[in-house]
């Protein structure tokens, strides 16, 4: 994902397996730097995350915080020194949760969307589990790291996978 700086640089992000890798353009992206690891270890690696530039001005991160590297604990936080630090951490799913994605609407409400237990068959083999699912939120429910708008609401689903072994309505061959 790339975000712009306040200096008018251009921050690329990128998973990896060592965590999460970054470079910089200072030329529009026409040329970058070479990469470096941004954040080390399992907690980042490998994970899909999402950043974006809020209509504050600072910077928006959603991605799995747990502590043992699995893909669960999706949280937000947000930077006001584009990404030399993160504050508030206002925790979306405490469950499996992979793949943020969002946008933010002109009143300020965030909108994230997200999977939760993706596969058909999920790891305890149960069927029809995943779920699309949405969080709502303001920046300031960020900031303090818990729920001090009326705009917060969390898991809620918008699609379910159904039980793949239902053939009702699949047609005869």
Known sequence: MIVERGDGSLWMLLRNTGGIAQSVSTDGGRTWSDGSLYLRGRMFRNKRFFIRRLNSGALLMVRNNSPDGKRSHMTAFVSDDDGATWKGGLLLDERESSYPDGIQAEDGTLFIIYDHQRYTLNRAGKRGVGSVVM???????????????????????????QDTDDTSGAVEK
């Open 135 to 161: 969080a709502t939120f303001r920046e300031a429910d960020v900031r303090a790291g818990k729920s001090v708008t009326d705009k917060l609401r969390l898991h809620q689903v918008v699609t379910q996978l």
